[in-house]
């Protein structure tokens, strides 16, 4: 990976992963440190682990926004050898504890195309579920520091948490904000993310740094201008749904590339059938 943190804002680092762009963040207190996510392996996580070494040897707290593979497979590596928490929505945790069969089948099956080699590594992959569960919001204090821990709806997935850091000014938002590319649709509630994004952006000011999921730091006018293209698709996908339109006329006229467009619409008929 030979990656390395950069500062962000008032003693908050970010890491970018260069295969999937995924971000991890760093927060540093006075003698203790939180990562927010682990990256999708044991390799990745054991090269992140030196790079958070090079920056701070306090011991760490890890948060997971998400229970994707590439936000928190390497939590074992992280967080297992000595034991530490592990925060997470309570249903991220419950598909880790539950359901960790299933979770490697649907990443070794995203990546074996494009990405042979760390399909092959997620199959074997040990997942180390949350020890610690968020239902709507919980507080810590990391080295006296304030960090809240939000769950602000439905979106990327049904356990996207957020993480504030009021004294920085800064949210990292997982995957419910995406910069590298357009938003990832497989699982999300595309009808119910745009007040789940209107709800992040009321903890913003104007000069809050969002770190995305993907990609590289935004300001909340991008976050807007995002909402926005959400408003639009679930706009889309209501009428869509209404007047019995094939998914494909909804993904031909969404703010987002087809395939994306595509999913969303499917996902988001199945929310209006009550499926999904």
């Known amino acids: 990976m030979n990656g390395r943190f950069v500062e962000v804002a008032d003693r908050v680092l970010v890491l970018r992963e260069p295969l999937l762009a995924v971000n991890v963040t760093l927060v540093l207190g006075d003698g203790e440190a939180l990562l927010v996510d682990t990256l999708s392996s044991t390799g990745q996580a054991t090269e992140l682990a030196t790079a958070v070494r090079a920056v701070t040897g306090d011991p760490l ?24 928490p592990i925060w997470a929505h309570e249903l991220a ?3 880790l504890r539950d359901d960790p069969d299933r979770l490697r089948r649907e990443a070794y099956a995203e990546l074996r195309a494009e990405q042979p080699e760390l399909a092959a590594e997620l199959a074997d992959t040990v997942l180390l579920p949350p020890t610690d569960t968020v239902h709507t919001e919980a507080t810590l204090d990391i080295g006296g520091r304030r960090v809240v821990l939000r769950h602000p709806g439905r979106g990327h997935t049904d356990a996207d948490l957020v993480v504030q850091v009021p004294d920085a000014d ?5 995957d419910l904000v995406e910069q590298a590319g357009p938003p990832a649709f497989e699982d999300s509630y595309p009808l119910q993310w745009p007040d789940t994004l209107a709800e992040l952006l ?12 993907h ?19 679930a706009w889309l996908i209501r009428a869509g749904h209404t007047g019995s339109a094939p998914p494909e006329r ?22 209006l059938d009550g499926t999904a």
């Open 250 to 271: 909804i993904a031909a006229d969404a703010p987002f590339p087809a395939r994306p467009a595509l999913i969303a619409a499917h996902r988001g008929y199945a929310e």
């Open 202 to 213: 009321r903890w913003t000011t104007p000069a809050t740094v969002v770190v995305p999921g």
């Open 170 to 174: 800064l949210l990292v938002a997982g």
């Open 93 to 95: 945790a419950a598909a």
């Open 215 to 233: 990609g590289e730091p935004v300001d909340p006018e991008f976050v807007r201008a995002q909402h926005a293209q959400l408003v639009e698709l």
């Open 61 to 84: 707290t890890l948060v997971n926004t998400h229970h994707h593979f590439d936000h928190c497979f390497g939590n074992a590596t992280l967080a297992a050898d000595p034991p530490r």
